[in-house]
C-alpha cells in the first residue's frame, strides 16, 4: 500500500471523479475556503477539494481529505461497517517504522533566513479566529527522557515568518514531553508535517501505550513498515512522503498569548498553553500540497475523532465481553462525548459491563448507550428508538457525578475544575418476555427492490 497523499487522491479519483474537485478559480484564503466547505457540510457533500489558485500564494490548498467515513474507510482498503473493527484489529499488529535516506520532501530546501511561513497558503478559516492558523500540521517530537516519538494534531497560530502560537491544550504526549524537556532547561525539538496519506493521521489518534511510538502504530494501519526520512537540522524522524515539513522548536520558558479558535465543538476556545514554535526551516515537494482541515464542528475535524474513539472502545470490549457487534461514537456528539454500543446481550448486567468499560477508556465520554444487536448504532433514530421503546429510566439509567471531564474550554457544560458527570443508559430488553419487533421477510424484500428504480433509487 502506498503511503503518500498523491497517491491516494488518485485512488480516490479514479473511483468517482466526484469525490475530488478541482477549484481554479480564484479563492481567498482568508474565510472562504472554510466557509465554501461549511456550506458543502450542510448539503451533505464531502469531496475532496483542491483549490489551485489560493489568493496571493503558488501552492494549492487541499482539504476534505479526511471525511467522510467512507474515504477513511478506502484508506485502510475495507467497507466503512468494518472502518471500526479494522482499525482496532490493525493497531495492534505495530511495524517499527523502516528509515529511508531519500524523501521527496527535500526535493525544496529552505533554511535561516530562507525559511518564511508566508510562502505557505496558512488560511483563516472563521471570524473568531485569532488569525490565520495551520489545522493539519502533526506535530511529530521525541520524549527528551526515552526518546519515543509521538506524532498528533495541535492548533498553530500564523505570527511571522519563522514564528507560530502552538497549543498543548490536550495534555497528552506533546504537553508532556515539553514539560519534560523545559524542566531541564530545554527547548523541544520539533517537526510539523503537512500532506499525509489518511492512515497517518488515523495512526497519530491511537491510544498505545507511553513507553511505545506512534509510527509503530501507524505501520499496523498500512501493514508495512511506515518509511520515514531525518530531519536536517533536528533530530527527528518524519512520515517521508509528506508534501510539506516544517523543522523547528517549542521554546523553554517563552509564552505569548494564542487564540481564540474555533474548536470542534462548535465553541470558540480562549484557553491555550501559550506556547510557542521556532521556525529553522522548511523543506517541501516540487508542486507541494498544502493540506488544511476545517474546524469548528466540520466532519472532517471530528470523523477522525470517532473512528478512533469507537476503535479504541471496541478494543476494550473485546477483551472483557463476548458478542459486541460494533461501536459508534456519533458526530451529533462531537465525534468523543458520547457512543453507542450494540451487542448480543447472553446474560443480564453485561450492559452495565460495557458502559464502565467504555468510561475507562478515555475521561472524555459523557454518555455510553448500550443497544441490542438488532439496532444498527450508525443510525441515531434506531438508537433513540431503542431508548425510547426499552428504556424505563429509573431501572436503565445511571449517573456517575464530578468525573473528570474535557474542561470548560472545549465542553462549557463541565464546571469550574473540568469535571462532568457521566451517564450510562441500558437500552436493552430483557434476555426472556419482551414484545416481539415487526420484521419484513428477507426474500419478500429481494423481491420488491425491482421496483426501485422507478423511485429513482
Known amino acids: 500500500m502506498q503511503q503518500d497523499l498523491r497517491s491516494f487522491m488518485a485512488q480516490v479519483e479514479q473511483g468517482n471523479s466526484q469525490e475530488v474537485v478541482h477549484i481554479y478559480e480564484e479563492i481567498k484564503p482568508e474565510y472562504e475556503i472554510s466557509t465554501l466547505m461549511m456550506e458543502l457540510e450542510k ?17 494549492p490548498v487541499v482539504t476534505n481529505v479526511l471525511a467522510p467515513r467512507q474515504r477513511l474507510a478506502q484508506g485502510l482498503g475495507v467497507a466503512p461497517e468494518d472502518l471500526a473493527a479494522e482499525f482496532s484489529r490493525r493497531i495492534n499488529q505495530r511495524f517499527e517504522p523502516r528509515v ?7 526535493e525544496n530546501v529552505f533554511f535561516g533566513e530562507a525559511a518564511n511561513l508566508y510562502d505557505l ?11 490565520p492558523y495551520i489545522t493539519a500540521g502533526l506535530v511529530v517530537a521525541k520524549d527528551p527522557e526515552t526518546g519515543v516519538e509521538t506524532a498528533g494534531y495541535h492548533r498553530m497560530q500564523l505570527k511571522g515568518k519563522d514564528k507560530l502560537g502552538i497549543s ?12 519534560r524537556a523545559e524542566e531541564r ?11 499525509i496519506h489518511p492512515n497517518i493521521s488515523m495512526g497519530s489518534m ?9 509510527f509503530g502504530a501507524m505501520g499496523g494501519l498500512f501493514g508495512a513498515p511506515l518509511d520515514v526520512a531525518r530531519c536536517r537540522s533536528i533530530d527527528l524522524c518524519v512520515p517521508a512522503y509528506a508534501e510539506i515539513v516544517i523543522e523547528g522548536e517549542v521554546l523553554a520558558g517563552v509564552r505569548e498569548p494564542e487564540g481564540p479558535f474555533a474548536e470542534f465543538t462548535n465553541y470558540a476556545c480562549y484557553r491555550s498553553t501559550e506556547n510557542v514554535f521556532k521556525v529553522k526551516g522548511i523543506q517541501y515537494r516540487t508542486k ?31 477483551r472483557t465481553l463476548p458478542n459486541v457487534k460494533n461501536v459508534h461514537a456519533p458526530a451529533s456528539a462531537c465525534g468523543l462525548f458520547h457512543c453507542y454500543i450494540s451487542m448480543k446481550k447472553i446474560a443480564e448486567g453485561q450492559a452495565a459491563q460495557a458502559i464502565f468499560t467504555a468510561f475507562s477508556v478515555d475521561h472524555n465520554l459523557k454518555c455510553v448507550i448500550v443497544v441490542d444487536e438488532d439496532v444498527d448504532v450508525f443510525d441515531e433514530r434506531q438508537v433513540l428508538w431503542a431508548v425510547a421503546t426499552r428504556l424505563q429510566a429509573d431501572k436503565g439509567v445511571m449517573i456517575i457525578p464530578q468525573h473528570m471531564g474535557m ?3 472545549l465542553d462549557p457544560s463541565s464546571d469550574e475544575f473540568s469535571r462532568s458527570s457521566k451517564m450510562g443508559i441500558d437500552a436493552t430488553k430483557p434476555l426472556s418476555g419482551f414484545a416481539p419487533t415487526v420484521e419484513i421477510s428477507p426474500e419478500v424484500q429481494a423481491q420488491v427492490r425491482r421496483f426501485m428504480p422507478n423511485f429513482g433509487l
Not at 448539503?43 to 501552492?59: C, L
Not at 488560511?123 to 473568531?128: D, E, K, N, R
Open 100 to 106: 529511508i535516506e531519500e524523501a521527496p520532501f527535500q
Open 206 to 214: 491511537a491510544l498505545v501505550p507511553y513507553h511505545l511510538g506512534k
Open 121 to 131: 497558503p496558512i488560511l483563516t478559516h472563521f471570524p473568531i479566529d485569532a488569525g
Open 185 to 195: 532547561g530545554q527547548s523541544l525539538e520539533a517537526a510539523i508535517v503537512l500532506g
Open 168 to 179: 498543548f491544550h490536550s495534555r497528552q504526549r506533546l504537553w508532556e514531553y515539553f514539560r
Open 288 to 318: 507541494p500540497y498544502f493540506q488544511d482541515i476545517t474546524p469548528g464542528i466540520s466532519s472532517e475535524h471530528i470523523t477522525i475523532v470517532g473512528v478512533q474513539r469507537e476503535g479504541d472502545v471496541l478494543n476494550a470490549l473485546n
Open 43 to 59: 448539503a451533505q457533500r464531502y469531496p475532496m477539494v483542491v483549490f489551485h489558485n489560493v489568493k496571493g500564494h503558488q501552492i
Open 407 to 409: 474542561g470548560v474550554t
